[in-house]
């Protein structure tokens, strides 16, 4: 059964950061890219970065550039989200997805995780 499980959101203040992990269970994610995407209250969900197989590139949105960054481990099947410089505008439930390449949008993507609360507020 092919799994994704995200974790290390929480509450953090403006300026702070965060790292989010993306662990796979049941297929091997250096195979896939592997997106994060995130859904505010009363909001789409949107793409936020997209890594790809075998992690050869990486694409982030404009809103996140230069602040977030993708990383893959692959002796623990885990993708991980850094987060810096946190803004309030970045507070959503974040979800990592799988897929055999990166794509723009989320209905492209067949594998999700369940997401993980990222609040910025002081």
């Known amino acids: 059964q092919l799994q994704l499980v995200e974790s290390g959101g929480g509450l953090v203040q403006p300026g702070g950061s965060l790292r989010l992990s993306c662990a796979a269970s049941?297929?091997?994610?250096?195979?896939?890219?592997i997106g994060w995407f995130r859904q505010a209250p009363g909001k789409e969900r949107e793409g936020v970065s997209c890594?790809?197989?075998?992690?050869?590139?990486?694409d982030y949105a404009d809103s996140v550039k230069g602040r977030f960054t993708l990383s893959r481990d692959n002796a623990k099947n885990t993708v991980y989200l850094q987060m810096n410089s946190l803004k309030p505008e970045d507070t959503a439930v974040y979800y990592c997805?799988?897929?055999?390449?990166?794509?723009?949008?989320?209905?492209?993507?067949?594998?999700w995780g369940q997401g993980t609360q990222v609040t910025v507020s002081s």
């Open positions: 997805a799988a897929e055999l390449e990166c794509a723009g949008t989320p209905s492209e993507y067949v594998t």
């Open positions: 049941g297929f091997t994610l250096d195979y896939y890219g």
């Open positions: 890594i790809s197989s075998a992690g050869y590139s990486t």
